[in-house]
Structure formats: structure tokens, C-alpha cells
């Protein structure tokens, strides 16, 4: 099928909430995509960072193989071994206590305002201008551009914006109301923004000395993209 008759067809049955590049892809090994043409791309988008071991890689595609012949899908009503095992190895990656598993970044997103609000009994959130944490309406209220906001706007309430890599800006809005505080480690949407050197050691000691949660929003960094598994490692 063509590109053109699979654009025609998309647009009579598929929202169009999103734009697309002119590429119909049909299959990935490594890091190459091949379109509709057998043309050959090198994909540098990684699947928007997350396949980052590329495509079709045999270990990966012999595991998926292997546990579609065993259960595809239960619920979080019973337990399953592979949930624990994946626990397990996140719990000794990370150096946390827990883990909880969500479907995507967004909803780590809404599962970590949730959790703050809860265990503080405070509603109020700090982002850094120019962040990007998804699209949900909680995340979205987190998220710093109007082209994303200003649709769905009023968006939660109790959320603010304070400046990148400004220690003073953070101390002044952190108060007795905030909850907690977010953050990428490296600013992804806005540009691959890094932080100055000691920036996030000052907030750590900053949130824990204000008693504030602190969020690190690593679907950009996390999993060994920046040298370590995880960013705040650094």
C-alpha cells in the first residue's frame, strides 16, 4: 500500500490530534526503520526514547515470544512473577525502597501527584519553567508551555513554575503548602537543558530541609541514557 492511500485512509477513521512525518513504517532491525518502499532510515527518534536497544533486538523479541506462549495479560488483582522479578531489579537499580509500575510517563506523572498529595495532606506542586511532564491534566498543569496548556485550561490548581538552575527561586517557593517539588534532571522538551554543576544536590538538601518531596521525572534520562541507570546517580 502507498503512503498516500494510507494517509487517506487514516484520515477517514483515526483522530487527528497529533501531526505525523510523511513515513509509513513497516518493520525495525537495530537502529534502522524500513518504510512501505523497503526504504532503509536511520532512526534517530528511538521510538521518542524508548527503544533505545533498538529494533527487533533477539533477546528482547525471544522474551516477548516466550511470555505471550505463557500469559499476555492478567490484572493487578493477582500476583505474577515477572511483575517481582522486574520489581526486584528496579528496586537494586535505583537504590529506592519500591517501585509501582504505570504504563507511561504521564501516568508516573499522576501517580506521583497523587502520592505526594496524599501523604502530606498538601496540594501544592513546584515545577521548573520550560519542564515537560505529559499531557494528562495533572501532568499537563506541571507541563510549562501555553501550546500544550492553553486548551485545557483551568488545569489543576496549586501548581507553580519556578526558574531552571535558580537555587533562590526554588527557597522562596518552596513553603509551608508545597507538597513537593519536580523536576527532569535534564530538561528534555525545552532543548536538552543540563543542570549547572551542584544544582541537584542544592535541591535535594533544599526539599529535605523544607520537607518537601522531591520528583525526578527520568522517562528522558532514566535506564542508562545518561551514563548511569539513572540520572539522579549522578
Not at 94 to 122: H, M, P, Q, W, Y
Not at 166 to 178: I, N
Amino acid at each position: 500500500m502507498k503512503l498516500s492511500d494510507i494517509q487517506k485512509k487514516e484520515a477517514g477513521v483515526y483522530a487527528n490530534t497529533f501531526g505525523r512525518l510523511p513515513l509509513a513504517v513497516v518493520r525495525g532491525k537495530g537502529p534502522y526503520l524500513f518504510d512501505v518502499n523497503n526504504r532503509r532510515f536511520l532512526d534517530f527518534f528511538s521510538g521518542i526514547a524508548v527503544n533505545s536497544l533498538g529494533h527487533c533486538h533477539p533477546k528482547v523479541v525471544s522474551a516477548i515470544r516466550k511470555q505471550a506462549g505463557l500469559l499476555i495479560h492478567s490484572s493487578n488483582w493477582l500476583y505474577t512473577l515477572p511483575q517481582l522479578e522486574l520489581a526486584e531489579r528496579l528496586e537494586r537499580l535505583s537504590g529506592l525502597e519500591k517501585c509501582f509500575l504505570t504504563n507511561d510517563g504521564s501516568e508516573a506523572v499522576e501517580c506521583a501527584i497523587k502520592l505526594a498529595r496524599k501523604s502530606t495532606g498538601k496540594n501544592k506542586i513546584i515545577a521548573m519553567k520550560n519542564s515537560f511532564h505529559g499531557r494528562t491534566l495533572g501532568a499537563l498543569s506541571l507541563t510549562w508551555e501555553d501550546k500544550y496548556r492553553k486548551p485545557y485550561e483551568p488545569l489543576v490548581p496549586g501548581m507553580g513554575f519556578v526558574d531552571y538552575n535558580d537555587t533562590k527561586a526554588l527557597e522562596r517557593a518552596l513553603t509551608s503548602d508545597t507538597a513537593a517539588f519536580i523536576m527532569e534532571p535534564v530538561q528534555n522538551e525545552a532543548g536538552v537543558l543540563l543542570p549547572d554543576e551542584g544544582f541537584m544536590a542544592d535541591v535535594r538538601e533544599l526539599t529535605e530541609r523544607k520537607g518537601v518531596l522531591l520528583i525526578l521525572d527520568e522517562i528522558g534520562t532514566g535506564l542508562g541514557r545518561t551514563g548511569k541507570m539513572f540520572a539522579f546517580q549522578h
